[in-house]
């Protein structure tokens, strides 16, 4: 599709910078990967799109674990087949560095009591508190992981392995395949609907 962007390619050829990347809109697949587009499109609908290969309206298991392969290969700079924190960190630095910053700050919710009572001014609003704003690159995408590579470290042990990763790209696909048919589609993720600027999202 015209005007997507491939942050990873961009990436592993050192043209992507802070400064382009803050452009367009951005999206971080389910496995990491940030994704933009210039031309107005959604960048979840491009990457859905760009993704779904057969065109049919939905994506596997394999899908996702076949990109998601590319992409640790991409971070693993030093081809030992481990992604380190310093590897995962250069690339969201120089491809998404909006997961670093700080959220914009809610507004508190005004609501009108739907019960006032005798003792109650029924025109006195009550606030409440705002919810906790999505951080990291959980605003960008369909989960809630803050930063979706580091993430998948298992054993606290600093980096993530192939196997580490496959699997927690694994978990995840199993998490937004919410009607658990071994296939994924934009309908099933109320976040999604977000993105796309089809729903509210819910304080």
Do not use: K
Not at 17 to 28: C, D, H, K, N, R
Not at 113 to 133: C, F, I, K, V, Y
Not at 170 to 181: H, I, K, P, S, Y
Not at 197 to 203: K, L, M
């Amino acid at each position: 599709m015209a005007g997507r962007i491939l942050a990873a390619a961009l990436f592993l050829a050192g043209a992507a910078s802070p400064a382009f990347a803050q452009e367009g809109s951005l999206f971080i697949t389910p496995w990491g990967e940030p994704i933009r587009t210039e031309d107005g499109t959604p960048a979840v609908q491009a990457w859905f799109a760009a993704a779904d290969t057969d065109q049919d309206g939905q994506l596997t298991l394999e899908d996702f674990l076949t990109r998601a392969e590319a992409l640790h290969a991409i971070l693993d700079r030093s081809g030992d087949g481990i992604v380190t924190s310093l590897e995962s960190q250069m690339f969201y630095q120089s491809t998404a560095p909006e997961i670093y910053a700080r959220p914009p700050a809610e507004r508190p919710i005004v609501r009108r009591p739907s019960d006032p009572g005798r003792l109650t001014d029924p025109n006195r609003e009550r606030r409440s508190a705002p919810a906790e704003p999505l951080r990291g690159a959980a605003r960008f995408g369909l989960t809630a992981e803050i930063e979706p590579v580091m993430s998948c470290d298992a054993d606290m042990s600093r980096w993530v392995t192939r196997d580490e990763f496959a699997a927690c790209v694994t978990r995840r696909f199993r998490l937004l395949d919410a009607n658990n048919d071994g296939a994924f589609t934009l309908s099933e993720s109320p976040r999604a609907a977000v993105l796309l600027g089809e729903a509210e999202e819910e304080r």
